[in-house]
Structures are given as structure tokens and as C-alpha cells.
């Protein structure tokens, strides 16, 4: 069965630094999404991507956040500067087009800023 | 805007007893509904989904979930629990013709007494 795939699993970080986390989506998939889920919260939507563009995002999506798919196979999720509260589970989502269509879940990268 | 709530945050049970989780949603109109499932170390999986027609849709591992308009509610069910049904559960909705992003509750853990 296809699975989303999300590396590192686990990344620690200095405040400051920049981070990128990285994500393979499901290969016939149009649709990229990155959520985060803060210790105690609720899984939020950041950001979604489809034709090489931003198609939606969240007042959390701030300019020190980015989306890129470098190439066919790799989505990525950039931090420029890390703050103590970007420390959360970010999940990587996949989806074909459709409205009606699953979104593929990754088993999240646990980002940690100290 | 809309939100998800699941008002219990963990919830204790038998195995062999049966299951209900709580889901309410605040939104004007009927809107996509999903179920899905964290086990340690995954990422999320779809248990379910509800677009339209029979109000009662039934999922994968044996786990059915109950659309009630008049209530906001879509609860989910399972006649018989497992030792591997121990894990979160989370509500989400997606509204239609409004983006692909997902809202989600806050989660209900489960854990199973053997």
C-alpha cells in the first residue's frame, strides 16, 4: 500500500536556526498539505500545495514559514527561524484532486527548538 | 468559522465491550466528515468518511460512525473492541467547495483493559 513518508522523525534544533523538514507524498498524488500538532493541541492545517503554488493557508503560515517541491518526488516544509512555540509534530498530507478524495497521512516529524 | 469538538479526552474500555466516541462540529451547513486514527509512531489513518446519503457509514476495522444533523454529531462506534484499538482518535471536517483542508478535534484517547 502507498504511505506518505517524512524524515527526520525526530529533529532538535537552537532557537534561531533554520529548519527543513521533508516529506515524500504518495507519487500519483496532486495535493500536498503540511499540519502541526503543539503537545496538548489539536492537529492544525498550516498550508496546502497543488500545481507548484500555495492554494491555501493559515494565519500560522507566516513569511518565516515556505513550501517547495524541489523536485517530482520530495515536499518541503522550511523554517527560517526557529521559535521555542514552532516546537510541535508537523505531518506531512497527501490527496489526489478531488474534494471527495483521502488525505494520506505521514507519521510526523517532532520538531523540538530549545 | 468552524470548528470540531470531541468532549471526551480519553476514554477507558473492556476489551470486548463496545465503543462510542463523541464528535460535534459547528458549521452552517453540512460538511464533509472524517474519522481518523493515530497509533504510536503512525501517522493519521482514515477509519471513515461521510459525504452524503445514508447517514450511517461504516469504516475499516470494524468501526461505524453516525451522521446526525440535528445534532452536529458523528459519533463513532465499534460493537467489540480489540487490544489493538488502543490509540487517538480524531474528528476532522472539511467544508465542501471551500479548500481541502482539514479541521480536527482535539482527539480522544483510548485505552483497552484486557
Known amino acids: 500500500e502507498p504511505e506518505v513518508t517524512q524524515t527526520p522523525s525526530h529533529q532538535v534544533t537552537q532557537m534561531g536556526q533554520e529548519v527543513i523538514l521533508r516529506c515524500v507524498p504518495i507519487?500519483?498524488?496532486?495535493?500536498f498539505y503540511w499540519y502541526r500538532q503543539i503537545l496538548g493541541q489539536k492537529v492544525e492545517f498550516l498550508v496546502s500545495?497543488?500545481?507548484?503554488?500555495?492554494?491555501?493557508k493559515s494565519e500560522i503560515f507566516d513569511d518565516q514559514f515556505s513550501v517547495e517541491r524541489p523536485d517530482g518526488s520530495n515536499f518541503t516544509l522550511k523554517i527560517r527561524s526557529t521559535k521555542l512555540e514552532d516546537s510541535a509534530m508537523y505531518f506531512c498530507?497527501?490527496?489526489?484532486?478531488?474534494?471527495?478524495?483521502?488525505?494520506?497521512f505521514g507519521p510526523g516529524t517532532r520538531l523540538t527548538v530549545t | 468559522a468552524q470548528s470540531v469538538t470531541q468532549p471526551d479526552i480519553h476514554i477507558t474500555v473492556s476489551e470486548g465491550a463496545s465503543l462510542e466516541l463523541r464528535c460535534n462540529y459547528s458549521?452552517?451547513?453540512?460538511?464533509?466528515l472524517f474519522w481518523y486514527v493515530q497509533s504510536p509512531g503512525q501517522g493519521l489513518q482514515l477509519l471513515l468518511k461521510?459525504?452524503?446519503?445514508?447517514?450511517l457509514v461504516q469504516g475499516i476495522k470494524g468501526f461505524e460512525a453516525e451522521f446526525k444533523r440535528s445534532q452536529s454529531s458523528f459519533n463513532l462506534r465499534k460493537p467489540s473492541v480489540h487490544w489493538s484499538d488502543a490509540a487517538e482518535y480524531f474528528c476532522?471536517?472539511?467544508?465542501?467547495?471551500?479548500?481541502?483542508?482539514?479541521?480536527f478535534g482535539g482527539g480522544t484517547r483510548v485505552l483497552v483493559k484486557p
Open positions: 498530507a497527501s490527496s489526489g484532486l478531488a474534494a471527495t478524495y483521502e488525505q494520506y
Open positions: 507519487s500519483n498524488h496532486l495535493y
Open positions: 500545495f497543488y500545481n507548484n503554488e500555495i492554494s491555501e
Open positions: 458549521y452552517g451547513a453540512t460538511p464533509y
Open positions: 461521510y459525504f452524503s446519503g445514508d447517514t
Open positions: 476532522a471536517l472539511k467544508i465542501k467547495a471551500a479548500g481541502n483542508k482539514l479541521t
